[in-house]
């Protein structure tokens, strides 16, 4: 049996589209069977004390761009630091890959393709027809897709999706959490990939002794 991973994210997000394509080489090298949780971050920050970048102190929004720019370089990666259709509503793309997880298709293709259209080609995802013309280069029946997105079904595991990014202390996007231990952020995928490659059982916070602690 695989060993299965929680992948919380959102289209929204720069860091998951920075980590996505390193990601995706774990996931094969490890064998992993990915769950893909989609989250709306604004109701992800409000439940965990996070908060929009708009809202964040200047220093804060200044040094995000200043990480953009090294992790550009660092994955080798050309995109656009302000997207021209950024920020924009996420709701249904991110509701395109509860689809197509329902759908049992595999997501990633058209995740490769709608992340490079917002942060390389300055395409809006918040359009239908958009998120249709990628569906269908990715070789999804796009019709079904966006019939599944706009439904009560992908609007209730939108939602239960949120239940259980909370309930995993999840607070930001991308988390890959493996057998309960989150690992937030694109930047921790080395650590991830070392856990798998120990086979280490999970940490967690209630295992901190005093030596570990201090």
């Not at 049992?104 to 942060?119: C, E, G, K, S, T």
Request: hydrophobic letters at 45%.
């Amino acid at each position: 049996m695989p060993r299965k991973i929680d992948y919380y994210f959102s289209l929204m997000s720069p860091w998951a589209y920075i980590g996505h394509l390193p990601f995706m080489e774990i996931v094969q090298r490890h064998g992993l069977e990915v769950n893909y949780k989609p989250v709306f971050l604004g109701r992800v920050f409000a439940e965990t004390g996070g908060l929009p970048l708009a809202q964040r102190h200047p220093a804060r929004q200044r040094y995000r761009l200043v990480e953009l720019q090294r992790w550009r370089q660092k994955r080798g990666l050309a995109f656009n630091l302000q997207p021209k259709y950024w920020p924009f509503d996420v709701t249904l793309a991110d509701r395109c890959i509860i689809a197509l997880s329902v759908a049992d298709q595999d997501p990633d293709p058209f995740l490769r393709l709608a992340y490079a259209a917002i942060w390389e080609h300055d395409r809006n995802l918040g359009d239908v027809g958009v998120l249709q013309e990628l569906a269908e280069e990715a070789g999804m029946d796009a019709g079904s897709m966006l019939e599944i997105a706009q439904g009560s079904t992908a609007e209730a595991f939108y939602a239960i999706n949120l239940e259980n990014a909370v309930g995993a202390d999840v607070f930001g996007s991308p988390a890959y959490v493996l057998d309960g231990e989150v690992f937030w952020g694109q930047d921790r995928l080395d650590l991830l990939d070392d856990a798998l490659r120990s086979g280490r059982p999970a940490f967690r916070p209630n295992n901190v002794n005093r030596e570990t602690a201090s």
